[in-house]
């Protein structure tokens, strides 16, 4: 069985950083792309950065210049450095990755999820 544990996240101050970790365990057979998504309440979920072979790097708009996605392939780890943080940034964060088990398919696994709160 595969999964995605997170740590990180917390309170910081407006201005302040945070940075979030995401390792993915079990019988990993391959991982394609990896990505933080968050949800602010009564929100939807939305991408926030991913990380794939095609492409290392993709983030959202309101991230850009501020938020650094980074991967270790060879731990199966993921990072989120957030700096410059905004009120607006405050949701609860999601490791999100498209692994493939050993014994098993390719499919979409979450984190259970961290909450990053940021005070003004």
């Known amino acids: 069985q595969v999964q995605l544990v997170e740590s990180g996240g917390g309170l910081a101050q407006a201005g302040g950083s945070l940075r979030l970790s995401c390792a993915a365990s079990?019988?990993?057979?391959?991982?394609?792309?990896m990505g933080w998504y968050r949800q602010a309440p009564g929100k939807q979920r939305e991408l926030v950065a991913t990380d794939s072979s095609s492409d290392t790097g993709n983030y959202a708009d309101s991230v850009k210049g501020r938020f650094t996605i980074s991967r270790d392939n060879s731990k199966n780890t993921l990072s989120l450095q957030m700096n410059s943080l905004k009120p607006e940034d405050t949701a609860v964060y999601y490791c999100?990755?498209?692994?493939?088990?050993?014994?098993?398919?390719?499919?979409?696994?979450w984190g259970q999820g961290t909450q990053v709160t940021v005070s003004s």
């Open positions: 079990g019988s990993i057979a391959g991982i394609k792309v």
């Open positions: 999100h990755a498209n692994m493939r088990p050993l014994w098993g398919n390719w499919g979409d696994y």
